[in-house]
């Protein structure tokens, strides 16, 4: 069984803060990593997507992927109250055309 | 990057009937598509995998006889859940790659079963 965790929340950050997410996923063998954030009601957007071990920087966001122990974070810095979501990790296991293992999500309450 | 539609947004049915859930992607051509379900306070389950041109391939414990899926074109799947029951209401989200590995999710379809 393909899993992929997260702690669920709610996690709640000052605004202005940094707003750290962290996910890990059981299959070593996962090709790709991404960040999604769901508004209540509404479907995911893509945030991040990773690939390979270290950084990635995107505007006030960074991805970090640490394939040896199998674990994704994504840092948010400057957190605005419009950051408030669910952010979804979700894990491609075997690359290309493959449906995506969800996490069950982390709850981020950004305080004015 | 990639924008996906659905049609409906929402629909209420009666137990018993059948609903049709279209998925578009409106600017790039995909060969393959994917139907989630969402249920309240839970993460994106994939459902299946649709592949144009062939038969989709469904996800264990996802019943293909009661969700019917058609990929006639490059642009469309539809996803069909028939004989709905109370149990099938939830949000019925589809995907699609762009460019690369990356999935763009439609907007979604809330379905009711009353």
């Known amino acids: 069984q393909k899993e992929v965790e997260q702690n669920s929340g709610p996690l709640s950050v000052p605004e202005g803060a940094i707003a750290s997410l962290n996910c890990t996923y059981s299959?070593?063998?996962?090709?790709?990593f991404f960040w999604y954030r769901q508004y209540s009601g509404k479907s995911p957007e893509l945030i991040m997507s990773i690939y390979s071990n270290g950084d990635k920087e995107d505007g006030r966001f960074t991805a970090q992927l640490n394939k040896a122990s199998q674990y994704v974070s994504l840092l948010i810095r400057d957190s605005q109250p419009s950051d408030s979501a669910t952010y979804l990790c979700?894990?491609?296991?075997?690359?290309?055309?493959?449906?995506?293992?969800f996490g069950k999500g982390t709850h981020l309450i950004i305080q004015p | 990057g990639a924008v996906v539609s659905q049609h409906p947004s929402r629909v209420i049915c009666k137990s018993g009937t059948s609903v049709k859930i279209e998925c578009r992607s409106l600017d790039f051509q995909a060969t393959t598509m994917f139907w989630y379900r969402q249920f309240p306070k839970q993460s994106l389950m994939l459902m299946a995998t649709?592949?144009?041109?062939?038969?989709?391939?469904?996800e264990q414990g996802v019943e293909k006889d009661k969700f019917l899926i058609n990929h006639a074109s490059l642009t469309l799947s539809t996803l069909t859940v028939t004989s709905a029951h109370p149990e099938d209401s939830s949000f019925y989200i589809c995907?699609?790659?762009?460019?690369?590995?990356?999935?763009?999710f439609g907007p979604g379809t809330r379905l009711t079963v009353t």
């Open positions: 649709s592949n144009e041109g062939s038969k989709a391939t469904y």
């Open positions: 299959d070593r063998g996962s090709q790709s």
């Open positions: 995907s699609a790659h762009g460019t690369g590995d990356e999935q763009y």
């Open positions: 979700a894990v491609n296991p075997g690359g290309g055309a493959d449906g995506l293992t």
